[in-house]
């Protein structure tokens, strides 16, 4: 399949001088299948693509993939988990697509996917949810929740600065700090360094109130611990101000000057919440929150709590967005005990590759499929995580999962 993929003919996308992204009619994007349970949810999700784009667009739009390796099957094929060839494709075609890769826990290279951050600089990460009925939930309305969470992704204690315990680093940062400063820090301690800049914050919060204006949403709230980490997350708040007075002073209004009231036709309401009081509201008072925007950690507790309450990140689409790249992906591990058993549930990655078409501006393929899904799930003839808790419902394949999503496809004709 590989090495027949490379031979398939399509057109780079291009970068325009705005820096927007021109999309031909037939774009030549990478994808990485997935360790574990991405051979099976890659095929699937793959069908579920073709079968949207050939819905909405008949033989006018197609997509022409690549196959490029990480993970796993790549240390099997090349030696190394993220050879160049892949780096040097997905820069050169901007837009990819992943499956679930691998991350050894305290031992072993270190996680792609911050790799992969790190390397295109994908300094934001979008993780909607949303429910859909037909769901079992844990919470009494989980239809409340309708949220796009924007998660900084290059920066805060995921930057991944940081040393062993009794590391010839650790030890001198530690005596350092203590000289420096009378810092008592534990000789025996490991080390990690948590930093948050301006600058990053502001392009990244930017990129959360063009999505906001963009999708027509009615809110933005800053999500932070400010109270506690006053120079990096109370200044992420602060900076994140800036920018909504600087750049979108016409078009929102804060909380604070609402008094209570509504807010004027058309304007997005500013908020901001401390991360700990976060956790309950969404619980609580789901439907008050509509984009969420907070920095690195944080935004990954809450993005997998926000998909806990609609049903598990099964369920959850991501992408990581840069200026030059954007890479969409499961956001849900590669399940290794289920691989090759056709069974795990595929929507994860069929609904960031619906993101992904919306993105290319192909949004008639990707509500097709935000349909399909919901059709699906309705009917009942969902995988075995969905139909475990649904005794109305009949376990199905994977592969049969995503037919049943083609099949719910409305007729655009």
Known sequence: ???????????????????????????????????????????????????????????????????????????????????????????????????????????????????????????????????????????????????????????????????????????????????????QIPEDAGIGIKFISEGNTRRFVKRAFDYALKHGRKSVTFVHKGNIMKYTEGAFREWAYHVAREMYGDVIVLEEDLAGGRPPQGKIVVKDRIADAMFQMILLRPDEFDVLVLPNLNGDYLSDACAAQVGGIGMAPGANVGDDVAIFEATHGSAPKYAGQDKVNPSSLILSGAMMLDFMGWGEAARLIELGVEAAVKRGRVTYDLARFRPDAEEVACSEFAREIIQGFPSLR
């Open 1 to 183: 399949m590989y090495k027949a993929e490379k031979r398939m003919k399509g057109e780079l996308i291009r970068k325009a001088g705005n820096g927007s992204f021109i999309i031909p009619d037939t774009p030549l994007i990478p994808y990485i299948e997935g360790d574990g349970v991405g051979r099976d949810i890659w095929p699937a999700s793959r069908m579920v693509f073709d079968a949207a784009i050939q819905s909405a667009y008949g033989n006018a739009r197609k997509i022409a993939w690549r196959e490029v390796l990480a993970g796993e099957k790549a240390m099997k094929e090349t030696g190394t988990p993220l050879p160049d060839e892949t780096l040097d494709t997905i820069a050169r075609c901007h837009i990819a697509i992943k499956g679930p890769l691998t991350t050894p826990v305290g031992t072993g290279f270190r996680s792609l996917n911050v790799a992969l951050r790190k390397h295109f600089d994908l300094y934001t990460c979008i993780r909607p949810v949303r429910y859909f009925e037909g769901v079992v939930s844990p919470v009494k309305e989980p239809e409340k929740l309708d949220v796009v969470i924007f998660r900084e992704n290059v920066e805060d204690v995921y930057a991944g600065l940081e040393w062993p315990r009794g590391s010839k680093e650790a030890g001198e940062l530690i005596a350092d700090l203590k000289e420096r400063f009378g810092w």
